[in-house]
């Protein structure tokens, strides 16, 4: 029994420790660019963004600031190229993240 308690109270401080900056986001804004329509009537895109509060490092030690570019695939309508579209970023990851704003569609 003792094992168990001890096992769980290890995974419960894990799970906090794991949870402590998930819930650690940063407004920004980002540009939708670079419309392409796939050859399945899909269309894909990038959404490119600054995290200038990032704590996230790249493998040199050196702060990630951006710009950030990601690819967007399988949209069933076209967006509104050069739209600025606000997004939230984890800090401490900053290629995850979740829009804010709706998307233009043209």
């Known amino acids: 029994m003792k094992l168990k ?4 109270a290890a995974a419960f401080a894990m799970i906090a ?5 998930q ?3 940063h407004d920004t804004e980002a540009v939708i660019e670079n419309i392409q329509k796939m050859e399945d009537g899909t ?3 990038s959404v490119s963004y600054t995290v200038s509060e990032s704590t996230a490092k790249n493998m040199d030690g050196d702060l ?6 990601q690819q967007v ?3 069933t309508t076209r967006p509104k190229s050069g739209q600025k579209v ?3 970023y984890r800090i401490d990851e900053p290629i995850i993240y ?5 998307v233009e569609i043209e």
């Open 5 to 8: 308690y001890t096992i769980g």
């Open 17 to 21: 420790v794991g949870c402590s900056n």
């Open 23 to 25: 819930g650690t986001w």
């Open 43 to 45: 269309f894909a895109y």
């Open 64 to 69: 990630i600031v951006g710009p950030l570019v």
């Open 73 to 75: 695939y399988g949209q």
């Open 86 to 88: 606000t997004i939230k």
């Open 98 to 102: 979740k829009l804010v704003d709706k």
